[in-house]
C-alpha cells in the first residue's frame, strides 16, 4: 500500500541485493504491533465476558457490502500502483518489503532518527502513528470480541462474524497503507537515518532546519 521509495535502502537493487524478508523485518516495531494486538485480544475477551444476554436485532441495510466493495476495490487499484512503483524503481524479485515495509528496520531506523533530528516532523508523524496502532489493537479486538453475536449484528460485513471480520481487516489494512505512506513523506529519508557519525547527524540536523 505504501510507496516503497524510501522506507528500504536508496542503494539500487542492482548494486545492492535486497536481504531475505526476515532480515529485513524490526524486531522491535514487529513486537510492538504484536503487543497491540495482543491487547486487543485481551480487550475483545472482557468485552465478551461482559456481554449482554439480550441478542441484538439485526437492521437491514447495515453491513454495508456495497461501500467495502468499493474500499477492496480501491485498495487493489492503489496496491498496483504501489507494487508497479516498487518494480520500476528495484526490479521485480528485488526482495525489497513493500506490504511488510511499515514494519522493516529500515523504516524503524528512519522512525528513530526522526524523534532525535526533527521535533516538527515528530509531531506531524504523530497521527498516521496512532492510526497504525489503534488498527493493530483493532485486529486482534476483532478476534475475540466479534465472537459476541451482538458485536457484528449490525456492524460491517455483519450479521456474521467471518463477514465482520473480513470488512474490519480490510479497514485496518487500508488505514495502516495510508498511514505508512504518509509517514513515508514524513520521516527523515533513509540517508539521514543511516548516519551514525556525531559530526554527521549534527550536519544532517542542521540541513533538516
Not at 16 to 32: D, E, H, N
Not at 50 to 55: A, K, M, Q, T
Not at 98 to 125: E, I, K, V
Request: hydrophobic share 50%; net charge positive; charged share 15%.
Amino acid at each position: 500500500m505504501a510507496n516503497n521509495a524510501h522506507t528500504t535502502d536508496e542503494t539500487p537493487a542492482i548494486s545492492k541485493p535486497a536481504s531475505p524478508v526476515t532480515r529485513q523485518i524490526s524486531l522491535r516495531l514487529s513486537a510492538c504491533a504484536a503487543g497491540l494486538a495482543a491487547v486487543g485480544i485481551a480487550t475483545g475477551v472482557v468485552r465478551y465476558l461482559h456481554r449482554s444476554p439480550i441478542r441484538e436485532v439485526h437492521v437491514p441495510g447495515t453491513s454495508a457490502w456495497v461501500p467495502q466493495l468499493i474500499v477492496a476495490a480501491v485498495a487493489v487499484a492503489l496496491y498496483g500502483v504501489a507494487r508497479w512503483r516498487h518494480d520500476r524503481r528495484f526490479g521485480r524479485r528485488s526482495g525489497r518489503l513493500l506490504l511488510l515495509a511499515p514494519l522493516g528496520r529500515s523504516a524503524a531506523s528512519r522512525l528513530a532518527a526522526t524523534l532525535r533530528r526533527a521535533p516538527w516532523r515528530s509531531a506531524a508523524a504523530l497521527p498516521p502513528l496512532i492510526v497504525i496502532a489503534y488498527a493493530f489493537w483493532r485486529i486482534g479486538d476483532q478476534v475475540t470480541g466479534g465472537l459476541d453475536p451482538n458485536f457484528t449484528v449490525n456492524a460491517w460485513g455483519g450479521p456474521t462474524y467471518l463477514g465482520a471480520m473480513a470488512c474490519h481487516y480490510l479497514d485496518a489494512v487500508v488505514g495502516i497503507g495510508v498511514s505508512a505512506w504518509l509517514l513515508d513523506l514524513i520521516l527523515l529519508p533513509a540517508a539521514f537515518a543511516g548516519r551514525a557519525h556525531p559530526g554527521s547527524a549534527r550536519q544532517a540536523g542542521a540541513t533538516i532546519r
